[in-house]
Protein backbone atom coordinates (compact mmCIF):
# COMPACT_ATOMS: atom_id res chain seq x y z
CA UNK A 1 0.00 0.00 0.00
CA UNK A 2 1.28 3.39 -0.61
CA UNK A 3 -0.17 6.72 0.05
CA UNK A 4 -1.32 8.54 -3.17
CA UNK A 5 -1.22 12.17 -3.50
CA UNK A 6 -4.79 13.95 -2.43
CA UNK A 7 -4.01 17.29 -3.44
CA UNK A 8 -1.45 17.29 -6.37
CA UNK A 9 -2.60 19.81 -9.39
CA UNK A 10 -4.48 21.72 -6.35
CA UNK A 11 -2.57 22.65 -3.87
CA UNK A 12 1.13 22.25 -5.84
CA UNK A 13 1.67 20.96 -9.39
CA UNK A 14 0.93 17.72 -10.47
CA UNK A 15 3.83 17.54 -12.93
CA UNK A 16 6.54 17.00 -11.76
CA UNK A 17 9.30 19.30 -13.61
CA UNK A 18 7.10 22.00 -13.35
CA UNK A 19 6.85 21.17 -9.11
CA UNK A 20 10.69 20.98 -8.98
CA UNK A 21 10.89 24.89 -10.89
CA UNK A 22 8.13 25.72 -8.11
CA UNK A 23 10.04 24.42 -5.25
CA UNK A 24 13.60 25.74 -6.36
CA UNK A 25 12.17 29.44 -6.71
CA UNK A 26 10.54 28.87 -3.18
CA UNK A 27 13.77 27.01 -1.20
CA UNK A 28 15.55 29.96 -0.58
CA UNK A 29 18.83 28.28 0.06
CA UNK A 30 20.96 29.62 3.02
CA UNK A 31 24.66 28.86 3.65
CA UNK A 32 24.77 29.12 7.20
CA UNK A 33 22.12 26.11 7.81
CA UNK A 34 19.99 25.07 11.41
CA UNK A 35 20.48 22.03 13.04
CA UNK A 36 17.02 22.61 14.15
CA UNK A 37 15.03 20.54 16.50
CA UNK A 38 11.69 21.74 15.74
CA UNK A 39 10.27 23.98 12.99
CA UNK A 40 6.41 25.40 12.05
CA UNK A 41 5.63 25.62 8.59
CA UNK A 42 2.20 26.55 6.76
CA UNK A 43 0.32 24.00 4.49
CA UNK A 44 -1.54 26.46 2.26
CA UNK A 45 -1.49 26.14 -1.22
CA UNK A 46 2.54 26.85 -2.91
CA UNK A 47 0.95 30.33 -4.25
CA UNK A 48 -0.31 31.35 -1.04
CA UNK A 49 2.41 29.82 1.36
CA UNK A 50 5.07 28.33 -0.17
CA UNK A 51 7.60 30.95 0.55
CA UNK A 52 7.12 30.61 3.47
CA UNK A 53 7.55 27.00 3.71
CA UNK A 54 10.50 27.66 1.22
CA UNK A 55 12.55 29.94 3.12
CA UNK A 56 11.98 27.84 6.40
CA UNK A 57 13.16 24.41 4.33
CA UNK A 58 16.24 26.25 2.59
CA UNK A 59 17.37 27.27 6.51
CA UNK A 60 17.17 23.68 7.90
CA UNK A 61 20.23 21.17 7.93
CA UNK A 62 19.08 18.01 5.95
CA UNK A 63 17.71 15.34 8.16
CA UNK A 64 17.57 11.57 7.82
CA UNK A 65 13.89 11.74 9.51
CA UNK A 66 10.81 13.90 9.53
CA UNK A 67 8.18 13.50 12.32
CA UNK A 68 5.69 15.51 10.93
CA UNK A 69 2.71 16.25 13.37
CA UNK A 70 -0.35 18.43 11.75
CA UNK A 71 -4.34 18.37 12.19
CA UNK A 72 -6.78 16.61 10.95
CA UNK A 73 -9.09 18.84 9.13
CA UNK A 74 -10.95 15.74 7.43
CA UNK A 75 -12.40 14.33 10.72
CA UNK A 76 -11.68 11.49 9.76
CA UNK A 77 -9.70 8.75 11.66
CA UNK A 78 -8.49 8.37 14.94
CA UNK A 79 -7.28 11.08 17.18
CA UNK A 80 -4.37 10.22 17.16
CA UNK A 81 -3.50 8.98 13.63
CA UNK A 82 0.49 7.30 12.44
CA UNK A 83 0.60 6.73 9.12
CA UNK A 84 2.66 3.35 8.38
CA UNK A 85 2.68 3.30 4.45
CA UNK A 86 5.29 5.15 2.51
CA UNK A 87 4.32 8.24 0.58
CA UNK A 88 4.21 9.34 -3.10
CA UNK A 89 4.38 12.35 -4.83
CA UNK A 90 4.76 13.71 -8.37
CA UNK A 91 8.72 14.03 -7.37
CA UNK A 92 7.98 10.07 -6.08
CA UNK A 93 8.13 7.53 -3.20
CA UNK A 94 9.44 8.59 0.12
CA UNK A 95 9.53 5.95 3.29
CA UNK A 96 8.29 5.46 6.27
CA UNK A 97 10.77 5.43 9.25
CA UNK A 98 9.78 1.91 10.26
CA UNK A 99 11.77 1.46 13.03
CA UNK A 100 11.52 4.47 14.73
CA UNK A 101 7.40 4.09 14.83
CA UNK A 102 7.51 1.10 16.41
CA UNK A 103 9.72 2.38 19.17
CA UNK A 104 7.35 5.51 18.96
CA UNK A 105 4.40 2.81 19.65
CA UNK A 106 6.03 1.06 22.54
CA UNK A 107 6.61 4.56 24.33
CA UNK A 108 2.59 5.61 24.28
CA UNK A 109 -0.80 4.25 23.72
CA UNK A 110 -2.54 6.76 22.13
CA UNK A 111 -1.10 6.91 18.89
CA UNK A 112 -2.67 4.41 16.53
CA UNK A 113 -1.91 3.13 12.84
CA UNK A 114 -4.66 4.75 10.88
CA UNK A 115 -4.53 5.54 7.40
CA UNK A 116 -8.19 6.70 6.67
CA UNK A 117 -6.85 9.92 9.15
CA UNK A 118 -4.15 10.46 6.61
CA UNK A 119 -6.34 9.14 2.94
CA UNK A 120 -7.20 13.05 2.36
CA UNK A 121 -5.72 14.96 4.55
CA UNK A 122 -3.37 17.94 2.97
CA UNK A 123 -1.16 19.36 5.50
CA UNK A 124 1.34 16.53 6.14
CA UNK A 125 1.21 16.81 1.94
CA UNK A 126 2.03 19.68 1.15
CA UNK A 127 5.34 19.65 3.78
CA UNK A 128 6.57 16.09 1.39
CA UNK A 129 7.64 18.09 -1.72
CA UNK A 130 9.87 20.54 0.33
CA UNK A 131 11.10 17.48 2.09
CA UNK A 132 11.91 15.66 -1.05
CA UNK A 133 13.76 18.18 -2.47
CA UNK A 134 16.09 19.36 0.33
CA UNK A 135 16.55 15.50 1.60
CA UNK A 136 15.81 13.28 -1.12
CA UNK A 137 16.65 9.96 0.75
CA UNK A 138 14.90 10.67 4.12
CA UNK A 139 12.17 9.42 5.71
CA UNK A 140 8.99 10.39 7.49
CA UNK A 141 6.75 9.76 10.31
CA UNK A 142 3.44 10.92 9.65
CA UNK A 143 1.19 11.50 12.63
CA UNK A 144 -2.15 13.48 12.20
CA UNK A 145 -4.16 15.25 15.36
CA UNK A 146 -7.58 15.74 15.97
CA UNK A 147 -7.75 17.43 19.89
CA UNK A 148 -5.61 16.83 22.49
CA UNK A 149 -5.82 18.25 26.01
CA UNK A 150 -2.51 19.73 27.78
CA UNK A 151 -1.52 16.25 29.32
CA UNK A 152 -1.52 13.64 26.08
CA UNK A 153 0.23 16.39 23.83
CA UNK A 154 2.94 16.19 26.95
CA UNK A 155 2.43 12.36 26.70
CA UNK A 156 2.95 11.95 23.10
CA UNK A 157 5.66 15.03 22.86
CA UNK A 158 7.86 12.87 25.73
CA UNK A 159 7.14 9.70 23.61
CA UNK A 160 8.46 11.57 20.73
CA UNK A 161 11.84 12.97 22.11
CA UNK A 162 12.40 9.71 23.90
CA UNK A 163 12.28 7.94 21.27
CA UNK A 164 14.34 10.15 19.16
CA UNK A 165 17.18 9.82 22.28
CA UNK A 166 16.83 5.79 22.05
CA UNK A 167 17.28 5.25 18.53
CA UNK A 168 19.79 8.54 17.71
CA UNK A 169 18.22 9.92 14.63
CA UNK A 170 18.65 12.66 12.98
CA UNK A 171 15.49 14.44 12.74
CA UNK A 172 13.57 17.18 12.61
CA UNK A 173 10.28 17.66 14.42
CA UNK A 174 8.10 19.55 11.93
CA UNK A 175 4.69 21.19 13.17
CA UNK A 176 1.85 21.97 9.79
CA UNK A 177 0.13 24.93 10.37
CA UNK A 178 -1.41 27.71 9.26
CA UNK A 179 -2.37 30.88 11.69
CA UNK A 180 -5.36 33.01 11.87
CA UNK A 181 -8.49 32.21 9.10
CA UNK A 182 -10.45 34.32 7.65
CA UNK A 183 -10.08 37.49 9.34
CA UNK A 184 -9.01 41.05 8.77
CA UNK A 185 -4.89 41.73 7.83
CA UNK A 186 -5.33 43.78 11.24
CA UNK A 187 -6.60 41.05 13.41
CA UNK A 188 -5.07 38.24 12.06
CA UNK A 189 -1.71 39.82 12.84
CA UNK A 190 -2.62 41.02 16.21
CA UNK A 191 -3.26 37.67 17.28
CA UNK A 192 -1.11 36.08 15.09
CA UNK A 193 1.87 37.33 16.83
CA UNK A 194 0.58 36.70 20.53
CA UNK A 195 0.47 32.91 19.48
CA UNK A 196 4.45 33.74 17.20
CA UNK A 197 5.43 34.98 20.24
CA UNK A 198 4.72 32.42 22.61
CA UNK A 199 6.17 29.97 20.10
CA UNK A 200 10.06 32.08 19.94
CA UNK A 201 9.25 31.99 23.80
CA UNK A 202 9.44 27.90 24.02
CA UNK A 203 6.07 28.08 25.82
CA UNK A 204 4.02 25.38 24.64
CA UNK A 205 1.44 25.57 27.68
CA UNK A 206 1.05 29.75 26.98
CA UNK A 207 0.73 28.88 23.44
CA UNK A 208 -2.00 26.46 24.27
CA UNK A 209 -3.78 29.27 26.53
CA UNK A 210 -3.25 31.73 24.33
CA UNK A 211 -5.03 30.52 21.32
CA UNK A 212 -7.71 29.20 23.26
CA UNK A 213 -8.34 32.31 25.38
CA UNK A 214 -8.11 34.51 22.12
CA UNK A 215 -10.36 32.67 20.06
CA UNK A 216 -7.05 32.14 17.52
CA UNK A 217 -7.74 30.39 14.84
CA UNK A 218 -4.46 28.52 14.21
CA UNK A 219 -5.49 24.93 12.39
CA UNK A 220 -2.42 23.01 13.89
CA UNK A 221 -1.69 25.12 17.37
CA UNK A 222 -1.80 21.43 18.74
CA UNK A 223 0.55 19.97 16.94
CA UNK A 224 2.77 22.90 17.60
CA UNK A 225 2.36 22.77 21.26
CA UNK A 226 3.34 18.80 20.54
CA UNK A 227 6.52 19.70 18.57
CA UNK A 228 7.39 22.33 21.33
CA UNK A 229 7.06 19.97 24.20
CA UNK A 230 9.13 17.75 22.58
CA UNK A 231 12.16 20.03 21.67
CA UNK A 232 11.95 21.25 25.16
CA UNK A 233 12.47 18.10 26.28
CA UNK A 234 15.08 17.76 23.92
CA UNK A 235 17.21 20.88 24.75
CA UNK A 236 15.91 23.46 22.67
CA UNK A 237 16.79 27.28 23.41
CA UNK A 238 16.75 28.98 20.35
CA UNK A 239 14.13 30.12 18.21
CA UNK A 240 13.99 32.34 14.98
CA UNK A 241 11.01 33.72 12.96
CA UNK A 242 11.77 32.94 9.79
CA UNK A 243 8.61 35.13 8.07
CA UNK A 244 5.17 36.03 8.16
CA UNK A 245 2.98 36.71 5.87
CA UNK A 246 -0.74 36.25 4.87
CA UNK A 247 -3.32 35.67 1.45
CA UNK A 248 -3.42 39.18 1.45
CA UNK A 249 -0.37 39.47 -0.19
CA UNK A 250 -1.22 37.34 -2.92
CA UNK A 251 -4.99 37.80 -3.50
CA UNK A 252 -4.95 41.54 -2.63
CA UNK A 253 -7.68 41.31 -0.51
CA UNK A 254 -6.99 42.07 2.96
CA UNK A 255 -10.15 42.54 4.55
CA UNK A 256 -10.35 37.95 4.78
CA UNK A 257 -6.96 36.80 4.96
CA UNK A 258 -5.12 33.88 6.24
CA UNK A 259 -2.02 33.78 8.59
CA UNK A 260 1.20 32.44 7.36
CA UNK A 261 4.16 31.82 9.86
CA UNK A 262 7.95 29.88 9.14
CA UNK A 263 9.26 29.53 12.76
CA UNK A 264 12.72 27.01 13.43
CA UNK A 265 13.50 26.05 17.18
CA UNK A 266 16.80 24.74 18.34
Partial sequence: MVREPAVAGQFYAAEKKQLEISLDDM????????????????????MYSGTVAG??????????????????????????????????????????????ESVLLKKTALLKKDADAHSREHSIEVQLPFIQRISPQAKIVPITVKFSDLSESRELAEAIASALVETGRSAVIIASSDMTHYETRESAARKDHMAIQRMLDIDPEGLLRTVEKMDISMCGYIPAAIMLLSAKKLGAKKTELVRYTDSGGVTGDTSEVVGYAGIIVY
Avoid at 27 to 45: F, L, N, Q, Y
Avoid at 65 to 89: C, D, K, M, Q
Wanted: charge should be negative; proline fraction near 9%.
Fill in 55 to 100: QVYGRLSPRDTYVILSPNHTGSGARFALSTEPWRTPLGETGIDQDF
Fill in 27 to 46: IRECPEKIDAIGAVSPHAGY
